[in-house]
């Protein structure tokens, strides 16, 4: 699958773009805040729903507009497919495919990309939720579908909780809840299937987690991921991944138990305490959790393996061919033992788009397609548009 001509009106800094992308390697050259990264962002955005540095969609946005429009061409293969996106500062989005009005979740099914940017980094050291973020993100590229699910799970757990926080505030007793069960009937069976999808999409990870980090970080660390589960008991705020559990068969079941016995906590508390909003991803390397005990540069490879694991698992189950491989402001980031290995694990994807302030922070063989960027402009072929420090 490759990207073969993407159109912004509106979008972050680009009043109007337009952009042409060959199979391969694209390099986007410019300086820091010139639109490189807005570029990259647009695209990703077609095959995630989201963006990888803001969690609401109005700073997409471009100042003093309600919309933005996004316009993507398609090949996969012989066939092409355009897809169109408006990104509304308020209300719902709207999607066209093939100029047929669709649902924004139906984008995903087109658009495959894996993006990877400094902000990954947070995956590895951030709070349980950006692991959750981006296990979520990847299901939804895997299954579409989920995208309903974890939006139904989303508004139950607002409903359930704004319940329990008006229950403590009456001063109610646990018995006197009885509403309480229907709103615990929906939230399992949609947080059921959160939670063994997220533990498939674990299980599924851990060979091409292995091969990507062997391969950027050239040592053999022994990556390892499982989730750290509420319905099991493990405590959401413990760092040291020690009560990492994993549930086999009986997901409702153990679901159901959990949420009785923390009935009385979570009216006292106002929150809902058990459910796939509190579990963590556990990432570990040699056996240790890497949050708290990797090194900046294990942190770094571990990250970096994540989205190329990411990459690989969507490649390995799509018929539209390779996802687009998205690499944001990274190499600058690398040493030089880690860019070479990174462009040899990158080299036979069908398209690459890579940004950079400094383009010979690129290795050679991905620079062959170099155009630069300056204050959300497109100039161009960069030897037709040098920067000083290229």
């Given amino acids: 699958m490759i990207v073969e001509h993407l159109s912004l009106v509106d979008f972050r800094n680009y009043a109007h773009a337009e952009l042409d992308l060959r199979p391969g390697t694209n390099l986007l050259v410019g300086r820091n805040g010139q639109g490189k990264t807005n570029l990259a962002e647009a695209v990703a955005y077609l095959a995630t729903l989201g963006s990888h540095r803001v969690s609401a969609d109005a700073p997409l946005v471009r100042e003093g507009r309600d919309a933005a429009f996004v316009r993507a061409r398609l090949a996969h293969g012989s066939r092409t497919v355009t897809l169109e996106l408006q990104v509304n500062k308020q209300g719902s989005n709207k999607a066209r495919i093939s100029g047929n009005p669709v649902r924004t979740n139906e984008l995903p099914r087109y658009a495959q990309a894996v993006l990877f940017a400094p902000e990954d980094l947070q995956i590895v050291r951030g709070d349980p939720g950006m ?26 757990l607002k409903q359930r909780t704004t319940l329990l926080k008006s229950a403590r505030a009456r001063g109610m007793r646990v018995e006197q809840l009885t509403t309480l069960d ?9 947080g059921s299937q959160i939670i063994d999808a997220r533990d498939r999409l674990a299980a599924d990870l851990m060979d091409p987690l292995a091969r990507a980090y062997a391969a950027i970080a050239g040592d053999d660390h022994a990556p390892q991921l499982a989730w750290a589960l509420s ?33 009385a906590q979570e009216l006292e508390r106002g929150l809902t305490l058990v459910g796939p909003h509190r579990d963590d991803l556990v990432l570990r390397l040699r056996g240790l959790p890497v949050k708290g005990y990797a090194s900046h540069g294990e942190s770094w490879s571990v990250a970096l393996s994540l989205r190329l694991a990411s990459a690989e698992l969507l490649r390995a189950e799509s018929p539209g061919g390779d996802p687009i491989l998205i690499l944001d402001d990274v190499f600058a980031e690398l040493d030089a033992a880690r860019r070479a290995r990174l462009a040899g694990v990158v080299a036979d994807y069908e398209q690459v788009i890579v940004t950079a302030a400094v383009a010979r922070d690129i290795p050679e063989q991905l620079r062959e397609h170099a155009i630069r960027i300056e204050a959300g402009e497109i100039l161009g072929p960069l030897r037709d548009h040098p920067l000083e420090e290229s």
């Fill in 131 to 156: 692991r959750r973020r981006f296990a979520d993100q990847l299901l939804v590229q895997r299954t579409p579908r989920m995208a309903s699910v974890l939006a139904d799970y989303d508004r139950t």
């Fill in 182 to 190: 229907v709103w615990d009937d929906k939230l399992i069976a949609l």
């Fill in 231 to 263: 319905i099991g008991g493990a405590d959401p705020e413990e760092e040291d991944g020690s009560d990492a559990t994993t549930v086999a068969g009986q997901t409702a079941e153990q679901f159901r138990r959990a949420l009785v016995d923390k009935r």
